[in-house]
């Protein structure tokens, strides 16, 4: 499967984003969905994943509460709104897939990237 990311840009404190991911093939819904982001001089980290069976989600404590992942399997596509952003959310985040996702937030579970998408937040 290949990835899309989308819908990064410049923003300042307190605004709001929706990256989007789009995936190429016809078995999106076998797959795994989620997001990571790497910020400069850091390790990349997970951030969201939604699940292919059940929809389940699970989110990064960072990110708990301000950040929505969903999946739109009509369209092959997965989101991530981002709202109350904040200096610490800047990074280039990362689309990712995988068949089998079991350790959700381990960069090593996931065989599919996106090619990744800027988010700055301006302080």
């Known amino acids: 499967v290949q990835l899309q990311a989308s819908g990064g840009g410049l923003v300042q404190a307190g605004a709001s984003l929706r990256l989007s991911c789009a995936a190429s093939?016809?078995?999106?819904?076998?797959?795994?969905m989620g997001w990571f982001r790497q910020a400069p001089g850091k390790e990349r980290e997970f951030v969201a994943v939604?699940?292919?069976?059940?929809?389940?989600?699970y989110y990064h404590d960072s990110v708990k509460g301000r950040f929505t992942i969903s999946r739109d399997n009509a369209w092959n596509t997965v989101h991530l709104q981002m709202n109350d952003l904040t200096f610490e959310d800047t990074a280039v985040y990362y689309c990712?897939?995988?068949?089998?996702?079991?350790?959700?937030?381990?960069?090593?579970?996931?065989?599919?990237w996106g090619q990744g998408t800027q988010v700055t937040v301006s302080s």
């Open positions: 093939g016809r078995t999106f819904t076998k797959y795994g």
């Open positions: 990712v897939a995988d068949l089998y996702v079991v350790e959700y937030d381990s960069t090593n579970e996931y065989d599919y």
């Open positions: 939604v699940m292919k069976t059940g929809g389940r989600t």
